[in-house]
Structure formats: C-alpha cells, structure tokens
C-alpha cells in the first residue's frame, strides 16, 4: 500500500515545490490557462518553454554524466493524438490540467475541486476500460519510446539548443508585443 | 520587496523553476513530474478499500501498487504548496460557483482524465516531462491539445473574457 518514509517524503517535497510555482506563475487562474488558447495571454507558453529548455538540458547533462535514466513513454501515434484532442476540449471547459487543477483546489477554488471530481470518475471508467484500449488504439502505431533524436538522427543538443532559440526570439517578439499594447 | 510574499513570479523564472524541479525529480526519485496517473491511484485504493477482488482483477489497477506512492505524495504536496503560496501572496480563495459552470467543470475535468489515460500522461507527464526529454509522445500531444483547446476556445470561450 505505502511507498518507503524517504520516497513519500521526497515526493511530498517536490510536490510542495511544483504546486508554489504553479501558484506564483499564475497558471492556477483559469483566465490565464483559457487566455492562452484565445491567444490572449501567453503565460502558460512562457512557462512551458522555459521548463522544456532548461529541464531539458539538465535531464540531457545529468543522463550524459551517468546520473538519471531517461523515461520516454511509448509514441502510440493512435492514443496520444486522439487523447490529446480530448484533453485539449476539457483542458479550456474546466479552465485547468489537471496539475493547475490540483493547485487552484488548494487554493480553495471550488471549481477546480469540482473537476477533480470529474477527473476521478473518469479514471474510475478509463480503468475499467483499459484492457479493451490496451488491445486496440494504445497499440495501433506504436513506435515505441522514441525520442526526436531517434526518429530524425539529429541529436539532442542539437534540439534543444534549436528549441532554446526559437524559445527566445518567441519571447523576446511576445514582450515587444506586450510592451505596445 | 519580499519575494515570497510577492503575488506573482515572472512566468521563465517559473518556468526555470520547473525545469530545475524536473532535474531534482529525476535524480532524486527516479520519477518525472507527472499528474494524471494519480488520480487512477486514487480510484485504486477507494475500489480496493471496497472491492479488493475488482482491482486484483483489473491489471490497470493491480500494477499501480504500492498506491500510495512518490506520486501520490507529489499531488498532496502540490495541493499544500499552491496553498502556501496563495496563502504569503494573499491571493486565489473561494470564488461561488454557478450551476452552469458547475457541470462545466466536472465534464471538462472528466474528459481531462479520461483523455490523459488514454494519451498516457497529461500537461506534466507527457507536455513538460515527455517534451523536454525530446520525447515523440510529448510532442505530439503538445501539439494536439493545442489544436482542440484553440479550436474550444474561439468556439464557446470567446465571449465570456
């Protein structure tokens, strides 16, 4: 039933860490999270990229000098991009994913924990019916846990140090925008 | 002024701030910061509290054991941080909720899951923690939810802010 004291422990402090950040960068406001797909608002883009880059080269660093596995899941070219669909249309009618979701109800926003109870019950009817997908959609074209790198040949840092460029001159042209407006 | 008590931190100091959470995750615990699976787990232990011979007979279930795992525990710290930090900001707090915008939220957030099981992980999982591992399964969905929230959004949301 219970993971070992130090894992909960760890666990309990990331997840500290991970819901202030949340908070503080304000993708916990279902205005920020929808203005983002209105393409109002770009927090939620800026957050993302950020994370991306800078998570990505230390994970690439770290697993370069021995010290983390990498964990890839599975390219199901069937599952993911019909999951994500459905994902999208729930992410902007509840305001939240369900990380920022699981922020705003600490911070004691009912609609969130509102979602959450979708959520759960969801999860309830996903498992009931994940032998059934598991034998179809989640094993139609499924090219395994392959990475960018796997797929085009060209290699990491070679992606992220792209990423990180076209990250900045995003940026820099959103805060331009911003500033005139 | 205090940093801690500021209401809002720029959105690339954030954004580094996950980052580098992302590089603790993965060195400490051997885990990538993910979400949506926990509320599976929270499925598990409820059924298993009811209806142990349903979960040892739904491997979906069964294989999560122990329940109450590091993830678990990064969901309840991720409820107490975003409380904190609400709580020194002085913001967020209980808005009432419309009834309209009551089943709003519980069918967005059951899509949400339903369509994060199905893709295998969600915004943290596969957006941030698949992506900047240069995953193909987190691009790809990257990608898709941003289709079909943009294409919701100018639909039924382009009115209301």
Partial sequence: MFDTVPRILLGLLTGFLFGFLLQRGRVSDRRVIVGQFLLR???????????????GAGVYAMHAAGLTKLFVKP?????????????????????YCPGTAVAAAGEGKRDAWLGLAGMV??????????????????????LGPVTLTDVTGVSAWVWLGGLGLAALLLFRWLERREEHS | MNVLTSKHWSPYAVGAGIGVLSWFAFWSADHPLGVSSVMVRLVAVVENAVA??????????????????????????????????????????????????????????FLLLFGARLAGGCTSGHGIS????????????FICIFISGMATAFLVKRGEQ
């Fill in chain 1, 75 to 95: 390219a199901q070219m069937a599952a993911v991009p019909v999951g994500g669909l459905i994902f999208g249309v729930g992410m902007v009618l509840l305001g």
């Fill in chain 2, 52 to 109: 142990a011979d349903h979960v040892a007979a739904t491997p979906y279930l069964a294989k999560l054991k122990p329940f109450f795992d590091w993830e678990f525990a990064l969901v309840i710290g991720l409820v107490l941080g975003a409380w904190a930090s609400a709580r020194l900001g002085r913001s967020g707090g209980g808005e009432p909720v419309a009834q309209g915008r009551a089943w709003e939220a519980v069918i967005g957030g």
């Fill in chain 2, 130 to 141: 698949g992506s900047l591992q240069l995953a193909v399964s987190g691009w790809v969905f």
């Fill in chain 1, 121 to 142: 019950l969801a999860a309830a009817v996903f498992a009931e019916l994940a032998a059934g997908f598991s034998k179809s959609i989640m094993a139609w074209a499924n």
């Fill in chain 1, 41 to 55: 608002d770009f927090t939620v883009m800026k957050v993302m990229l950020t994370a991306i880059v800078v998570g």
